[in-house]
């Protein structure tokens, strides 16, 4: 059957209205015949939007829902057997499949949505947290640093923050080479030994 270019929602009744069932109608409407499909359209119509009116509440949803099953009415028309129930129940059949399809695609888009939230805001967390846990670590190094003597906490911060050598700390501070190994080794132990003590859970 091949669909019209321009669908005939109501556009009128079909002359033989009166003389013929929403079966008869149906069963033209497969062969497509427009005008029985217009007469069918006005006869079902509101019964289908009184059961998709039912299921989902929303009245646009609702509407939308109905042109729809009549959309699906007119394409499959071929398929329905009147051996196997009336019309009306065929389409209010398809009518109530597409009103339960839609609830199904509504409460996936919210779940998806609430998905998307909870993970944004676990990411929001996370960096939080993580910014957080940074700056106490720097505080804790900064406490550390300040336990050190000059010398030493001089010699750590140009190699390990301004990435000196130890021949252009020892440069940097006039100092010895020898020296400023000592006293970098030193420094690099109390430092150890103070995250480590603080990590703990003591000062």
Request: charged residues 25%.
């Amino acid at each position: 059957m091949t669909e019209p270019t321009s669908l005939p929602w109501p556009a009128g009744s079909h002359p033989r209205s009166g003389a013929v069932s929403d079966g008869d109608l149906l069963t033209l409407t497969a062969t497509g015949d427009t005008a029985a499909f217009s007469t069918l359209y006005d006869r079902v119509s509101p019964l289908v939007y009184g059961l998709v009116r039912r299921v989902l509440r929303n009245p646009a949803q609702s509407e939308e829902v109905t042109q729809e099953v009549m959309l699906d009415v007119w394409r499959t028309a071929t398929r329905y057997d009147a051996d196997r129930g009336s019309a009306n129940s065929w389409i209010l059949t398809i009518a109530h499949r597409r009103a339960v399809d839609r609830v199904r695609s509504e409460q996936s888009a919210a779940d998806r949505t609430e998905l998307v939230g909870a993970r944004s805001a676990e990411v929001d967390f996370d960096q939080v947290a993580d910014t957080v846990t940074t700056r106490l670590e720097v505080e804790q190094v900064r406490r550390c640093l300040d336990s050190l003597t000059d010398l030493q906490r001089e010699s750590v911060e140009l190699a390990y923050y301004n990435g000196y050598t130890y021949p252009e700390v020892a440069q940097q501070l006039g100092a010895k080479l020898p020296t400023i190994k000592a006293r970098m080794r030193d420094g690099l132990i109390r430092l150890r030994d103070c995250l480590g003590t603080t990590k703990g859970g003591t000062s």
